[in-house]
């Protein structure tokens, strides 16, 4: 039997996306640990990303007491709209998520974790959004290849004064080691990294690792 539960609804971006949105909740309310709600971004919508792929993750959160948001970007799964190639268009994607967690789960700390491809787009959208007091990146893709698409984003988190903890296998194809600590030693505020040794970029997404993401994230939630 799950310790958690999962509420489907529909939220609408400025632009009149309408994302299929899932929360997340521990089954016992007062199993939930604070008001501090996750808002997970899913891996590149072009090339078949969505929120399937962050379940493991946002139930397992969900079953240590957090209230966790999963949706789909435009154009993804159930969501309608039309993906973007550089990933610009989602930023709004996530910034309407958010404000719905605010208005709907009365929270005003919201944690957001960027798979992949979502992690350059929740990256821009973390300063966009004051309620948002940290971000994860797992397999944030830095490399020059990557780049071409999502070398805009690299400036808004890195910018950012907000805690950042950046998760990345040692095996990762888009991104090496060196080219995280060289992209990560010029980034304002608190930085963290946690290495993930022998893990590829599409390993990290897979379900064995769900487990090891959920402690980190939430190791790294509790000192924030």
């Known amino acids: 039997m799950s310790n958690y539960t999962v509420e489907s609804t529909k939220v609408e971006t400025s632009d009149g996306a309408k994302l299929h949105t899932r929360l997340f909740k521990p089954m016992e309310e007062g199993k939930i640990t604070d008001n501090l709600v996750v808002v997970l ?13 962050l379940k493991g993750i946002a139930a397992g959160l969900a079953g240590k007491g957090y209230k966790t948001v999963t949706f789909d970007m435009r154009g993804a799964g159930k969501s309608t709209g039309r993906p973007s190639l550089t990933g610009f268009a989602e930023i709004k994607d996530v910034i309407a998520v958010c404000k719905w967690v605010c208005e709907n789960l009365s929270s005003d700390r919201i944690l957001l974790v960027g798979s992949s491809a979502g992690a350059p787009i929740a990256g821009s959208a973390v300063d966009e959004i004051k309620e948002v007091i940290g971000y994860v990146s797992i397999g944030y893709p830095f490399g020059m290849f990557a780049s071409i698409l999502f070398g805009r984003h690299h400036k808004g988190i890195l910018k950012s004064p907000k805690p950042k903890l950046f998760v990345m296998g040692t095996r990762d194809g888009f991104t090496s080691v060196k080219q995280l600590q060289n992209k990560l030693s010029s980034a304002a505020g608190r930085v963290e990294t946690h290495l993930i040794e022998g893990a590829s ?21 509790s000192s924030l």
């Open 201 to 221: 970029h599409f390993q990290m997404e897979g379900a064995e690792f769900d487990n090891q993401m959920v402690n980190l994230i939430l190791t790294f939630t």
């Open 41 to 53: 971004v899913h891996p590149f919508s072009i090339l078949g990303g969505c929120q399937a792929f």
